[in-house]
């Protein structure tokens, strides 16, 4: 049957077209095993998401950004760039720096090696405290704001503003701020270096947001404290919002888009202790019976 299938022409056509799919798919399953594998996939992978961390604490970093002044004898600038290198007009030499998970800025200095930089607040601003050769020094992100500290404040006089300036950081940190709306409960707490944002519905789904920041800046006017915070979760973004006290409550308000589906939310005024240097009584006695 087979002879006689060959003998026609629809049979020789057909056996023709069969032989010529064979011996495509034969030289087309010899090409593919005989590719050479890329050895570096692994290591290409690894680079890949090395290079990608690294730009991560690059893209945090840049929130410092700009000329900073020492209160030094030899008046020292660093000028810290944007592509997380620095340098300095003296003293210091050049680098690269990055913000560590400790709120630390660390140099990499060429003369010096790695220098810590602390991050601290003063009147509302954040500053960076080291020292070289046992002497301590501040760097300030303004030089006005630094002549105004070195000429018009005494130590006390920081001490009590920093006070005040307190009082506004225990409304932002103790407890959570709330609000409901549609049946839908909203919360917003914020930690020292994060915020958590959750959504709770009535039939008790809920949605938890974390988000990391840096303090940038406290703006006092009366009764009310403007707070511009840096969000490095996927990109670098400056938002601001501000907390107002009233008779009973504290209200927390921001421009849409600062946080997930809320703009305001408020806590009671009873529900906050107030402190001189961030710790609670609770705090203060657990750290005494650690101590002990």
């Given at each position: 049957m087979i002879k006689n299938l060959l003998e026609t022409k629809q049979g020789k056509y057909l056996f023709a077209a069969t032989v010529l799919l064979v011996t495509f798919l034969i030289v087309s399953t010899s090409i593919i095993l005989n590719k050479p594998v890329k050895k570096e996939t692994i290591e290409?992978?690894?680079l890949y998401h090395v290079d990608v961390e690294e730009q991560n604490i690059i893209d945090r970093s840049k929130i410092y950004s700009g000329i900073w002044y020492s209160?030094?004898?030899?008046e020292m600038i660093i000028e810290f760039l944007d592509n997380g290198t620095y340098r300095a007009d003296k003293t210091l030499s050049k680098g690269s720096y990055m913000l560590n998970e400790h709120q630390q800025v660390i140099l990499h200095d060429e003369e010096w090696g790695e220098i810590a930089l602390d991050l601290e607040t003063k009147l509302g601003r954040t500053i960076m405290l080291t020292s070289l050769n046992?002497?301590?020094f501040y760097l300030y992100p303004d030089n006005d704001f630094m002549k105004e500290v070195l000429e018009n404040y005494s130590h006390q006089?920081?001490?009590?503003?920093?006070i005040v300036y307190q009082k506004w950081l225990d409304i932002l940190n103790q407890g959570e701020w709330k609000i409901t709306s549609s049946e839908i409960e909203y919360s917003l707490e914020f930690f020292n270096d994060y915020y958590v944002q959750e959504k709770k519905t009535k039939d008790g789904e809920e949605?938890?947001?974390?988000v990391k920041f840096n303090l940038i800046s406290q703006e006092i006017d009366g009764n009310s404290c403007l707070f511009i915070i840096n969000l490095f979760e996927g990109s670098s973004q400056n938002i601001q919002?501000?907390?107002t006290e009233s008779e009973l409550v504290?209200?927390?308000?921001?421009?849409?888009?600062?946080?997930?589906?809320?703009?305001s939310f408020e806590k009671l005024i009873n529900d906050v202790e107030l402190t001189q240097d961030g710790n609670t009584k609770a705090d203060a006695e657990k750290i005494s019976l650690e101590n002990d």
């Amino acid at each position: 049957m087979i002879k006689n299938l060959l003998e026609t022409k629809q049979g020789k056509y057909l056996f023709a077209a069969t032989v010529l799919l064979v011996t495509f798919l034969i030289v087309s399953t010899s090409i593919i095993l005989n590719k050479p594998v890329k050895k570096e996939t692994i290591e290409d992978t690894i680079l890949y998401h090395v290079d990608v961390e690294e730009q991560n604490i690059i893209d945090r970093s840049k929130i410092y950004s700009g000329i900073w002044y020492s209160d030094r004898d030899d008046e020292m600038i660093i000028e810290f760039l944007d592509n997380g290198t620095y340098r300095a007009d003296k003293t210091l030499s050049k680098g690269s720096y990055m913000l560590n998970e400790h709120q630390q800025v660390i140099l990499h200095d060429e003369e010096w090696g790695e220098i810590a930089l602390d991050l601290e607040t003063k009147l509302g601003r954040t500053i960076m405290l080291t020292s070289l050769n046992d002497e301590s020094f501040y760097l300030y992100p303004d030089n006005d704001f630094m002549k105004e500290v070195l000429e018009n404040y005494s130590h006390q006089d920081i001490v009590t503003e920093n006070i005040v300036y307190q009082k506004w950081l225990d409304i932002l940190n103790q407890g959570e701020w709330k609000i409901t709306s549609s049946e839908i409960e909203y919360s917003l707490e914020f930690f020292n270096d994060y915020y958590v944002q959750e959504k709770k519905t009535k039939d008790g789904e809920e949605e938890i947001i974390e988000v990391k920041f840096n303090l940038i800046s406290q703006e006092i006017d009366g009764n009310s404290c403007l707070f511009i915070i840096n969000l490095f979760e996927g990109s670098s973004q400056n938002i601001q919002f501000r907390i107002t006290e009233s008779e009973l409550v504290y209200e927390l308000t921001s421009t849409p888009g600062s946080f997930l589906w809320q703009t305001s939310f408020e806590k009671l005024i009873n529900d906050v202790e107030l402190t001189q240097d961030g710790n609670t009584k609770a705090d203060a006695e657990k750290i005494s019976l650690e101590n002990d």
